[in-house]
């Protein structure tokens, strides 16, 4: 089945401490993206990536870094998390047309 | 610039009645157009999608869109409403194999019984 992971799926820390949450989908696309949705605000960019090593900021990139090492992962790294950083995030692979393909979504609480 | 507006943060009718859900944009560019939909505690899932060609577009559940180059409009519709419409809906835009998607901030549709 074609789809889009990530884990964990619900996650609650403390602020400073390093996270990551994975992201690997299994259709071979080259394009990926993270996404951060908070009420009022829609989805937001966070990074997105080309291809494998081939990453860019998106809309809201301050405070993540993401790595691109083989095509079908994506993981997003938040090295100092900070309580605005609680959301709900969300990982996309692009296919055809533009089509994005979302992960089920990690709801990250940092306290 | 793309952008994309939807018009109503919340949209409530009642079961049985008409779903609409407006969706304009701008793009220098023909573009493609996206309508996802987001079930509570959901990742987004694509409910139809305009490229090319015919400008009604049928998707899932019953819907459909229509893309009205002159009135720059993609606007989602459904005849009869169901209760398992609740949920969260998005309209976006890209430049045709940019990869990009511009997002609509999100139309919640409330069912009344």
């Known amino acids: 089945e074609a789809q889009v992971t990530q884990n964990p799926r619900y996650l609650i820390t403390v602020t400073g401490k390093k996270l990551t949450v994975t992201c690997s989908q299994n259709?071979?696309?080259?394009?990926m993206s993270w996404y951060r949705q908070d009420p009022g605000l829609g989805l937001r960019q966070i990074y997105y990536?080309?291809?494998?090593?081939?990453?860019d900021k998106g809309d809201v990139p301050e405070g993540y870094k993401v790595s691109r090492k083989e095509k079908r992962n994506f993981p997003l790294i938040l090295e100092s998390p900070s309580p605005n950083q609680t959301s709900l995030y969300f990982c996309a692979s692009t296919g055809t047309s533009d089509t994005q393909y979302f992960g089920p979504g990690t709801r990250l609480t940092v306290l | 610039a793309q952008s994309v507006t939807q018009l109503g943060s919340h949209v409530s009718v009642s079961e049985g009645a008409l779903v609409l859900l407006r969706c304009n944009y701008s793009s220098s560019v023909p573009p493609y157009l996206f309508w996802y939909v987001q079930y509570p505690n959901q990742g987004l899932q694509l409910l139809l999608k305009?490229?090319?060609?015919a400008t009604l577009v049928k998707g899932i559940n019953g819907f459909e869109a229509e893309f009205k180059k002159s009135e720059t409009s993609f606007h989602l519709t459904k005849p009869s409403a169901h209760m398992s419409d609740a949920a969260e809906y998005f309209c976006a835009v890209s430049v045709p194999l940019d990869y990009q998607l511009i997002w609509g901030a999100g139309t919640k549709l409330i069912i009344k019984p």
């Open positions: 259709m071979n696309h080259e394009y």
């Open positions: 305009y490229t090319t060609g």
């Open positions: 990536s080309m291809n494998v090593e081939v990453t």
